[in-house]
């Protein structure tokens, strides 16, 4: 059931020309390995065409200015949920809530902020709300979709993806409308790093491949002779500059193992890729080490920046507020994170955290860095604790800094 929102709230409701679907699992697009870059989006004529900035997304979309918001919410005795927006503010190391909403949702929504405005997905639309807590300019964007979010950002708009169509919805921050856009057919991701388009990976197949979810057998037996190309995409225009391409399953190496990579992030005018050595044998695949690799952003110049033993976790890169990645984070189980700070190219044992946390969130826009500390028991929920450090104290091994208070209602 869906709920009004309260009628005390002025809301301004606007027609959506969006008809897109929730993203889902790349399927069932053609494309061959010669089709060029202009046959896999709509033309320029039928592309829409607007201003396209410093693309974002992860934590960037929850940090304005000296602070970073979160949505919480309260389950109301009929399951439905009641959220609040709560503000982080990095000055006074202090939770608050700005902004309780007097109707619940379905479900939780989708949430982001650029500048001094917040925007959350509900099952109705897109609520516009002002950080500053003044309810009298809110509205509600009514959109036509069961179920949407946005995954990145520039100074004009948010954007979402529906890989199954293939396609791309963006809204304008100023206007509040909605276009749509094509992605090349058999995108599997679209990234944002800071630049003013887009960072995909899609597949290259000789005919189009079948449905992952229906036809599951014939799908990965395609997906063996295909080719992952990365590209940069112009949301704009549609336009496509590839970087490179390689076999779906990683270049076959002299030992039988096969380089399979993953992205990393961007810093420094390089882009960054975790680089996996899999040895398949029969239905199996065995993990036998791996490393970080850079190349530069037409993918040439590859180097090592450094290698990870066999079985060692995942590293998990963080990025400032513009998308340049400064650390890369590795925990081994029962050991202390290990930090990569790309600015001096070392190692750096963080200290020793309750287990479990020390895993360093976002980076303020004063030199600290926002680390998760703890947890507590509310009396209905857990909810983690912070803290605030130095940035140079967090990789000297030191677990001292400012505690954010919490907000507890």
């Known amino acids: 059931m869906k709920h009004p929102l309260s009628p005390l709230l002025?809301?301004?409701v606007l027609a959506l020309a969006l008809t897109a679907c929730a993203p889902a699992a790349p399927q069932s697009a053609a494309t061959t390995e010669t089709a060029p870059a202009a046959e896999t989006a709509e033309t320029?004529?039928?592309?829409?065409?607007?201003?396209?900035?410093?693309?974002?997304?992860?934590?960037?979309?929850?940090?304005?200015?000296n602070a970073c918001y979160t949505v919480e919410y309260d389950t109301l005795p009929d399951g439905s949920l009641l959220p609040r927006i709560v503000k982080l503010d990095y000055a006074s190391a202090r939770e608050e809530s700005i902004f309780p909403l007097e109707a619940p949702v379905d479900d939780r929504s989708a949430f982001t902020v650029r500048d001094d405005t917040a925007w959350l997905v509900t099952g109705t639309g897109v609520l516009q709300i002002p950080l500053d807590g003044g309810a009298d300019t809110f509205r509600e964007l009514d959109a036509p979709l069961s179920s949407f979010s946005f995954s990145a950002a520039d100074e004009y708009a948010l954007y979402g993806f529906s890989f199954g169509?293939?396609?791309?919805?963006?809204?304008?921050?100023?206007?509040?409308?909605?276009?749509?856009?094509?992605?090349?057919?058999?995108?599997?991701?679209?990234?944002?790093?800071?630049?003013?388009?887009f960072l995909l990976s899609r597949l290259l197949t000789q005919a189009p491949l079948p449905d992952m979810h229906n036809q599951n057998e014939r799908y990965f037996a395609a997906i063996q002779s295909a080719t992952r190309e990365y590209d940069w995409f112009d949301p704009a225009t549609g336009e496509l500059e590839k970087i490179w391409s390689e076999p779906y399953y990683g270049v076959l190496q002299e030992d039988g193992t096969q380089q399979e990579r993953s992205f990393l992030g961007?810093?420094?005018?390089?882009?960054?890729f975790r680089n996996v050595h899999v040895l398949r044998q029969g239905p199996g695949a065995e993990r036998l080490g791996e490393e970080v690799m850079s190349c530069t952003l037409a993918g040439e110049d590859w180097q090592t920046v450094f290698s990870l033993p066999e079985g060692a976790p995942d590293p998990w890169p963080l990025c400032d507020a513009a998308m340049e990645m400064r650390w890369i984070t590795v925990q081994q189980p029962g050991e202390n994170l290990q930090v990569y700070d790309l600015a001096d190219g070392a190692w750096h044992?963080?200290?020793?955290?309750?287990?479990?946390?020390?895993?360093?969130?976002a980076f303020t826009n004063d030199g600290r860095v926002l680390v998760q500390t703890g947890e507590f028991w509310t009396g209905e929920t857990y909810k983690v604790t912070f803290t605030l450090m130095k940035a140079e104290d967090y990789l000297s091994g030191s677990t001292a800094g400012t505690p954010v208070q919490p907000y507890t209602g």
Do not use: N
């Open 44 to 65: 320029a004529g039928e592309q829409a065409v607007f201003p396209v900035g410093k693309l974002v997304e992860g934590s960037a979309l929850r940090q304005a200015g």
């Open 349 to 361: 044992t963080a200290g020793a955290f309750p287990v479990g946390f020390g895993m360093p969130q």
């Open 266 to 272: 961007k810093a420094g005018g390089r882009l960054y």
């Open 165 to 197: 169509q293939p396609l791309g919805y963006r809204l304008d921050l100023q206007s509040g409308q909605f276009t749509r856009f094509s992605l090349p057919v058999q995108t599997e991701w679209v990234r944002a790093v800071g630049e003013d388009r």
């Open 10 to 12: 002025a809301l301004l």
